[in-house]
């Protein structure tokens, strides 16, 4: 039977998010014990590291906003998932630091081609009450990919290059699937590639957008980042990392899946503050690390929050800037990609020059102030309300 168009869609963002976002944009907190350990890194050494892939993101995404309306979704995706490739194999083959930090940026920068771009092939290529369903599919992605990399690193145990060289050859089989389903060509009404004006991009409604997405951002990337390695240093054996992304993986993609679902019956406002309370709460569970129950549940608590969390921010931006759907996204993966520059790098710094205590404190509290945040009245309809704007 012929696969429906949402699900080829959904299916080739969900593969590319598993290699550019799963893997190089939020598996790294993994490898922060044995980094430490074989190239002699410090906490906020490492923290750099991470910020600097996340703002390579950044850059990133700002140049696939302007190549995809210039040549289509597929040019951006499959360079991304390329460039995944080639930093995981430079990450495999260092011999010392500096390759070591070029790889990880690379890998890093790399989900900065894959998001954006699927949100515009969703518009395009998706009918649109398949719409919804692709996008949370896609999402899923991030969660699938955290447990890819996960089982990986169990079974593979000290051989963590052997991981890498597994990462590079995910990151060609997604460009190929890419490659396959997204649109050759420029996609979109002229509209889309005009230039708005700065009021289309601040405005009452998509400031509150923005404002969460930049805090929960903050939240999810110090704890990407640091937990696995608080769970160790509490005392935990070294399988407890893997472990909690497998974890976080699962709960996530369990959930995140019906991120459609929730919001077209019960909008955005509750279940996105819910959301939120989950992410700044399971970062707050990691005051007492020294238990395997109360790291995998804060490792559950997280995936849930963060996936859908997340997925209902993508819907959230769908109807915020409906009628520029890849321009508004990229707005908010700005966001999204500065709160995860300074996530990693505040926790460094705090728990190197004053304890992990006060820096997991100080990272779980943007996620659950951007919770008291409402979408704007207009943007908490479900997608069945013949009121929302945006809707035919």
Same mark, same amino acid.
Do not use: K
């Given at each position: 039977?012929?696969?429906?168009?949402?699900?080829?869609?959904?299916?080739?963002?969900?593969?590319?998010?598993?290699?550019?976002?799963? %893997?190089?944009?939020?598996?790294?907190?993994?490898?922060?014990?044995? *980094?430490?350990?074989?190239?002699?890194?410090?906490?906020?050494?490492?923290?750099?590291?991470?910020?600097?892939?996340?703002?390579?993101?950044?850059?990133?995404?700002?140049?696939?906003?302007?190549?995809?309306?210039?040549?289509?979704?597929?040019?951006?995706?499959?360079?991304?998932?390329?460039?995944?490739?080639? @930093?995981?194999?430079?990450?495999?083959?260092?011999?010392?630091?500096?390759?070591?930090?070029?790889?990880?940026?690379?890998?890093?920068?790399?989900?900065?081609?894959?998001?954006?771009?699927?949100?515009?092939?969703?518009?395009?290529?998706?009918?649109?009450?398949?719409?919804?369903?692709?996008?949370?599919?896609?999402?899923?992605?991030?969660?699938?990919?955290?447990?890819?990399?996960?089982?990986?690193?169990?079974?593979?145990?000290?051989?963590?290059?052997?991981?890498?060289?597994?990462?590079?050859?995910? @990151?060609?089989?997604?460009?190929?699937?890419?490659?396959?389903? =997204?649109?050759?060509?420029?996609?979109?009404?002229?509209?889309?590639?005009?230039?708005?004006?700065?009021?289309?991009?601040?405005?009452?409604?998509?400031?509150?957008?923005?404002?969460?997405? =930049?805090?929960?951002?903050?939240?999810?990337?110090?704890?990407?980042?640091?937990?696995?390695?608080?769970?160790?240093?509490?005392?935990?054996?070294?399988?407890?990392?893997?472990?909690?992304?497998?974890? =976080?993986? =699962?709960? &996530?993609?369990? %959930?995140?899946?019906?991120?459609?679902? %929730?919001?077209?019956?019960? @909008?955005?406002?509750?279940?996105?503050?819910?959301?939120?309370?989950?992410?700044?709460?399971?970062?707050?569970?990691?005051?007492?690390?020294?238990?395997?129950?109360?790291?995998?549940?804060?490792?559950?608590?997280?995936?849930?929050?963060?996936?859908?969390? *997340?997925?209902?921010?993508?819907?959230?931006?769908?109807?915020?800037?409906?009628?520029?759907?890849?321009?508004?996204?990229?707005?908010?993966?700005?966001?999204?990609?500065? &709160? *995860?520059?300074?996530?990693?790098?505040?926790?460094?710094?705090?728990?190197?020059?004053? @304890?992990?205590?006060?820096?997991?404190?100080?990272?779980?509290?943007?996620?659950?102030?951007?919770?008291?945040?409402?979408?704007?009245?207009?943007?908490?309809?479900?997608?069945?309300?013949?009121?929302?704007?945006?809707?035919?």
């Amino acid at each position: 039977m012929r696969r429906s168009q949402s699900s080829r869609v959904g299916v080739a963002g969900l593969l590319a998010l598993v290699a550019t976002y799963g %893997i190089g944009r939020q598996a790294f907190g993994l490898f922060v014990p044995t *980094f430490r350990d074989e190239f002699g890194l410090s906490l906020d050494v490492l923290g750099f590291y991470a910020s600097a892939a996340q703002a390579g993101y950044l850059v990133a995404t700002v140049v696939t906003g302007v190549a995809t309306a210039r040549f289509g979704p597929r040019l951006p995706v499959v360079s991304g998932c390329l460039l995944l490739a080639v @930093g995981a194999a430079m990450t495999a083959s260092a011999p010392g630091p500096i390759l070591l930090a070029l790889g990880i940026v690379a890998a890093g920068t790399s989900a900065g081609g894959t998001w954006g771009p699927f949100s515009d092939a969703v518009d395009v290529q998706v009918p649109a009450s398949g719409s919804r369903r692709a996008l949370a599919l896609v999402n899923a992605g991030s969660p699938v990919g955290l447990v890819v990399a996960s089982v990986l690193v169990l079974v593979a145990g000290d051989r963590w290059r052997a991981v890498w060289w597994a990462f590079a050859t995910i @990151g060609l089989v997604a460009a190929a699937s890419s490659w396959r389903v =997204l649109s050759p060509g420029a996609v979109g009404p002229v509209r889309d590639r005009a230039r708005p004006p700065l009021r289309w991009f601040l405005n009452a409604r998509s400031v509150r957008l923005l404002v969460v997405t =930049l805090g929960v951002s903050i939240t999810s990337g110090a704890y990407f980042a640091y937990a696995p390695d608080t769970a160790q240093d509490a005392g935990l054996a070294g399988w407890i990392g893997p472990a909690m992304w497998v974890t =976080l993986g =699962l709960a &996530g993609a369990a %959930i995140g899946v019906f991120g459609g679902g %929730i919001a077209d019956r019960y @909008g955005l406002r509750g279940p996105l503050a819910v959301m939120l309370i989950l992410v700044g709460t399971s970062t707050g569970m990691l005051l007492t690390p020294g238990s395997v129950s109360v790291v995998l549940g804060s490792a559950a608590l997280f995936g849930i929050g963060f996936t859908t969390g *997340f997925a209902l921010v993508v819907m959230w931006s769908q109807q915020v800037f409906h009628d520029r759907p890849t321009t508004g996204f990229t707005l908010v993966i700005v966001c999204s990609a500065a &709160g *995860f520059i300074v996530g990693p790098s505040l926790f460094g710094l705090l728990a190197t020059h004053v @304890g992990r205590s006060v820096a997991l404190l100080a990272s779980a509290t943007p996620a659950l102030l951007v919770a008291l945040v409402p979408p704007s009245r207009a943007d908490r309809r479900g997608a069945d309300d013949p009121d929302r704007p945006g809707a035919a």
